[in-house]
């Protein structure tokens, strides 16, 4: 990953990058870049880093406003010989100090605003070293003032050792510090994904869209895919307002979108509008997160091509993608697409495995009944940071716990039912969510908290906080017993840097009370 995008220029890639905003690295150099102009800002960006004191082995935290230059950093650490830790600035505070608490990196690197909110709360410095983005600011150093040119040949560290750091989502508690190395990430996963596949492969004509949150472990893998596959186009968002989003994507007009679940939410506005920037669209992606059936329909349908895909993955940071399902126009648009919208497809041949056990006893449950779902895959993560207990609690002889409740079929799918932790007897919240947003063409997403006494509780997220009586009445007929809803609008929802909603956190917000699992998979 040091030398990726030398080697990408030196292959003579054309590939053209479009920004919908300039790199927080590189404020001054515009929002179009070549695969040598990426090159050079990694190289000139390890010399940096390398000039305030980062060296091999050190571990390098990264904090900052999302955009796709935290890969452009990760590389450049990497190329020191460094470990890079991605870090979403869309932490709390206090959960972001406490994650450096157990990471101690040597350096960090990051804005001065978040420079400060740390030192507010921490206890000690962030890091021995940091270094600031956008400004100067009292005991660090600005990335600017830093030499360019100092010569940072590339170490090269041995294939099992740790690569990069990414924390999972954190959509129920604390996020987790994973450690991927070369060949978990790099080796079992990015290779398998460069390879053109008929229909679903990159071609050297496309124009690959990415709305996604760089800071998170997906996106460190698709940097050194499309690298690799070389396509004529990248357009980047690292927002989601939709009207900000347009013009660039009306400029350029992507043929495979990939983007978190939240963000399809957010620019969904875009699919009804006149000549709409999906028109070309051929494959979109989407992984993080459930994505509900009236996203699936509304950008299937906005686009012109005779024969669009969504393939939607599931997995992990610890784990990289697990299952595979392809949506179309028409099963996304099939009477049966609400009751199959958790159906998330089949393991990927001859690299992951799974099974479902009883969460209690963790004896093998028959096909077709709800279990805790385990994988085995060669692509498992090395570990979490400061949490070696916690890692192996999750191990399960040669298995490893997802968390996750589901439910494998006779014939080798799976269904996701809910995360453990917010689990409940006889229900599924997910299904029930599916179900709401069906009924619901007012509601930009639906949650249903399992909490430990009573019926869960439905939030509804509207553009203006507000429901018709009457809709919800009719929304819920036929589904299990809930609250009444808690409306709210997006804005009020706390969620993890890749819009997930962090369920504990709302669920305590509004009821007082934790999640109704036991968290022991967690």
């Excluded at 690959?208 to 596959?229: D, E, I, K």
Aim: aromatic share 6%; with cysteine; hydrophobic share 40%.
């Amino acid at each position: 990953m040091g030398t990726l995008f030398d080697e990408a220029a030196a292959a003579g890639t054309r590939t053209v990058v479009h920004l919908d905003r300039p790199f927080d690295i590189a404020p001054r150099a515009g929002t179009r870049w070549t695969i040598t102009e990426l090159a050079h800002l990694v190289r000139a960006t390890a010399a940096r880093l390398a000039d305030a004191g980062v060296r091999p082995g050190d571990r390098v935290a990264i904090v900052k406003d999302n955009h796709w230059d935290y890969d452009l950093l990760g590389c450049a650490a990497v190329r020191l010989g460094a470990v890079p830790a991605l870090l979403s600035a869309g932490l709390d505070t206090t959960d972001l100090v406490t994650l450096l608490e157990r990471l101690r990196p040597a350096a960090l690197v990051t804005t001065a605003a978040l420079l400060t909110r740390c030192r507010d709360i921490a206890t000690s410095a962030p890091a021995p070293l940091c270094i600031t983005l956008d400004s100067h600011a009292p005991g660090a150093v600005h990335l600017a003032a830093l030499d360019a040119t100092r010569p940072c040949p590339p170490v090269r560290r041995p294939a099992d050792e740790p690569l990069v750091i990414h924390h999972t989502s954190g959509t129920t508690g604390l996020p987790k510090l994973v450690i991927h190395s070369t060949r978990t990430l790099v080796d079992k996963l990015a290779r398998f994904e460069a390879v053109r596949y008929p229909g679903i492969g990159v071609r050297p004509d496309d124009v690959l869209l990415n709305a996604s949150a760089y800071a998170h472990g997906r996106t460190f893998c698709w940097t050194a895919v499309v690298l690799s596959v070389a396509p004529a186009e990248i357009v980047v968002l690292s927002g989601d307002d939709p009207d900000t989003a347009d013009p660039l994507l009306r400029a350029h007009p992507p043929t495979v979108v990939e983007a978190t679940p939240a963000t399809f939410v957010r620019l969904r506005p875009l699919t009804t509008r006149l000549d709409t920037a999906f028109r070309r669209v051929r494959l979109y992606i989407s992984t993080y997160d459930a994505v509900h059936p009236p996203a699936l329909r509304a950008y299937l349908t906005a686009s012109h091509h005779p024969r669009p895909l969504w393939m939607q993955g599931w997995g992990q940071t610890e784990t990289g993608p697990l299952t595979f399902r392809f949506h179309t126009r028409r099963s996304a648009l099939a009477p049966d697409a609400e009751s199959t919208a958790r159906l998330l497809g089949r393991p990927v041949p001859g690299r992951t495995r799974l099974r479902a056990v009883d969460p209690d006893t963790l004896r093998p449950v028959p096909r077709g009944r709800p279990g805790l779902l385990l994988v085995r895959t060669a692509a498992l993560a090395l570990g979490y940071v400061a949490e070696d207990e916690r890692w192996n609690a999750k191990r399960v002889g040669e298995w490893w716990s997802t968390g996750d409740m589901g439910v494998l079929h006779r014939d080798g799918s799976v269904s996701v039912l809910d995360r453990e932790v917010d689990s409940l007897p006889g229900m599924s919240c997910l299904r029930t969510e599916d179900a709401l947003e069906q009924r619901l063409p007012q509601a930009l997403e639906c949650v249903v908290l399992g909490v430990p006494d009573g019926d869960p509780l439905p939030v509804v997220v509207t553009a203006d906080g507000r429901l018709d009586p009457d809709a919800w009445k009719q929304a819920v007929y036929g589904l299990p017993s809930l609250r009444d809803p808690a409306v709210l609008t997006w804005d009020d929802v706390p969620r993890t840097g890749t819009g997930k909603v962090r369920r504990a956190t709302l669920a305590r917000r509004l009821t007082g009370a934790a999640l109704a699992g036991t968290g022991r998979w967690t």
